[in-house]
């Protein structure tokens, strides 16, 4: 018996669909317009593009309330001063782990 290959879910309007996304959490503005437009073209519906909007902004959110959760632990009254890693290619190690991977 041959198998059978499910269908390719990643179609044009999938993929503008993640490009909105995308823009939304890279606060790109000429990126969102450009795929806003693509994806209204390609007849991928308002509702649709609201909700990849939505779900990028809360996995923003996320991340953006955790950051500011650390950094609140970190400023608090005797707590232990982490060391310095390096950030936006101040790092001279330059390991995988640094911001911006500089």
């Known amino acids: ?4 290959l499910p269908v390719a879910l990643f179609t044009p309007q999938v993929a503008e669909l993640v490009a909105i996304g995308a823009a939304i959490a890279s ?17 991928v519906s308002t509702e649709d593009m609201l909700q990849a909007v939505n779900l990028a902004q809360q996995v923003k959110d996320s991340a953006a309330r955790a950051v500011h959760e650390l950094a609140l632990r ?15 290619g101040q790092n001279t190690a330059k390991t995988a782990t640094s911001c911006c991977n500089s």
């Open 1 to 4: 018996m041959g198998r059978t």
């Open 27 to 43: 606060n790109c503005e000429p990126c969102f317009k450009h795929h806003f437009d693509a994806a209204y073209k390609l007849g």
């Open 74 to 88: 970190m400023l608090e009254p005797g707590a232990a001063v982490a060391a310095a890693a390096g950030c936006c």
